[in-house]
């Protein structure tokens, strides 16, 4: 089948797309977007996060064709050209990247989080993020800059 779609602001058109194909394997393997991370594609690892038309889903989870004529977001479409985005610079500074895998996902749900509060308490950015796992840092580091981007967003 053929998909259009709009990615990243960018109208895309993808021909060959089999009826049974996720849209993670779209975005990273025939729209050249690798930020979606494929960790478990099973649901459970949050590290394919992106947005359809505004809404968090796990895109292993979500056929490439029900993004037929939809807005899809993905990690690498939050920052302006050439720079970072305020949640990415947070997660650097606050030393809350360790391999990486999963930091793609954490970085779309922590925009997700706070773009629907912008003064998340500890509690709510744990709630927020617990479907990304996470196997290096603890998660401490993460808390610290999701706070840390919320600081900077209010000022
Ligand atoms: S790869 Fe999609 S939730 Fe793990
Ligand atoms: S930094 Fe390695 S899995 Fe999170």
Redesign the pocket.
């Known amino acids: 089948m053929r998909l259009t779609t709009t990615v990243n602001g960018e109208r895309r058109e993808i021909d060959g797309v089999w009826e049974g194909e996720s849209l993670?394997y779209a975005l990273r393997e025939r729209l050249g977007l690798p930020g979606s991370?494929?960790?478990?594609?099973?649901?459970?690892?949050?590290?394919?996060s992106v947005y359809l038309d505004g809404t968090l889903v796990?895109?292993?989870?979500v056929l490439a064709a029900q993004a037929h004529e939809r807005a899809v977001v993905t990690v690498e479409g939050l920052a302006p050209e050439g720079e970072l985005h305020a949640v990415q610079q947070a997660f650097v500074d606050a030393g809350a990247v360790q391999c990486g895998f999963c930091t793609p996902g954490l970085i779309v749900a922590s925009h997700d989080l706070l773009a629907r509060d912008s003064r998340p308490s500890e509690a709510d950015i744990r709630e927020a993020l617990a479907g990304n796992i996470c196997r290096c840092t603890g998660y401490a580091k993460i808390v610290d800059a999701v706070q840390l981007a919320a600081e900077r967003l209010a000022t």
């Open positions: 993670l991370k494929n960790a478990c594609e099973q649901g459970e690892c949050g590290s394919c796990c895109s292993c989870l």
